[in-house]
């Protein structure tokens, strides 16, 4: 799972591509957004399951809310690297998008959770 393969940032374990070295704003901020980023994708594995939605709704509904703030810190830590890739203007308007579509759907799926419809 990527989820927790992107932990390595926060840990410093293994080597960390020239690319993402080369961000000027790498310093801080990667470990913010793997630390985030990494938490959302793998609670999403929980939020999207029926049967913990089902079994244990208190586990599904405090899930629920770590994965918007993981979502939240991800999208907009994203934005912030994004204006920091030197790798071209493509790239980095495609980090900058995906984060602010991230920080969209994440907006509307807890607008759909507050409102219980599916």
Wanted: glycine share 12%; charged share 10%; aromatic share 8%.
């Amino acid at each position: 799972c990527i989820g927790l393969v992107s932990f390595r940032y926060i840990a410093k374990v293994g080597p960390v591509p020239p690319n993402v070295l080369a961000n000027r704003f790498v310093d801080h901020w990667i470990v913010v957004h793997a630390a985030a980023a990494s938490t959302a994708l793998i609670l999403g594995i929980v939020q999207l399951s029926g049967i913990v939605r089902r079994r244990w709704p208190g586990l599904h509904r405090a899930s629920g809310w770590l994965y918007v703030a993981g979502c939240s810190v991800g999208g907009a830590s994203a934005l912030i690297l994004s204006a920091g890739l030197s790798t071209g203007p493509v790239a980095a308007s495609g980090f900058g998008v995906l984060g602010v579509l991230w920080l969209h759907a994440t907006l509307q799926g807890l607008r759909f959770a507050r409102a219980r419809d599916s």
